[in-house]
């Protein structure tokens, strides 16, 4: 099974669960750790206008990393975090393909 199979069904439980205490799931993310050598997913849920996010392992459930409240220093730490052990986002590829456009060499 892939690491986004378990990561998906690892953030479908926990959506599930959270839907019976009234929270909203926030959209997840799937990633390879190499040096930890296990998937990850990040996932989380609001509740109330909260936000609770974090990053785990998705195989054994071990929370690496949480965030909770929309403090803006921790959405900083959280995203290094998140960087670190799940590697750069989509977003962040495609801003630095914007910033830095590659050019192609002249045809003939």
């Known amino acids: 099974m892939k690491c986004a199979e378990f990561g998906k069904r690892y953030a479908d439980d926990l959506a599930k669960a959270g839907e019976r205490l009234g929270n909203s799931p ?7 750790n190499l040096e ?4 990850v997913v990040r996932a989380g849920y609001l509740n109330h206008g909260k936000l609770y996010v974090f ?3 998705s195989l054994t459930g071990e929370t690496l990393f949480d965030m909770s409240g929309n403090d803006p220093s921790k959405q900083s730490e959280f995203n290094q975090a998140e960087t670190r052990l799940m590697g750069p986002s989509e977003s962040d590829l495609a801003g630095k393909l914007i910033k830095s456009p590659q050019t192609l060499p002249d045809q003939k």
């Not at 926030?26 to 390879?32: E, G, L, Q, S």
């Open 26 to 32: 926030a959209d997840p993310r799937f990633a390879y």
């Open 36 to 39: 930890l050598n296990t998937c």
């Open 55 to 57: 990053i785990a392992d």
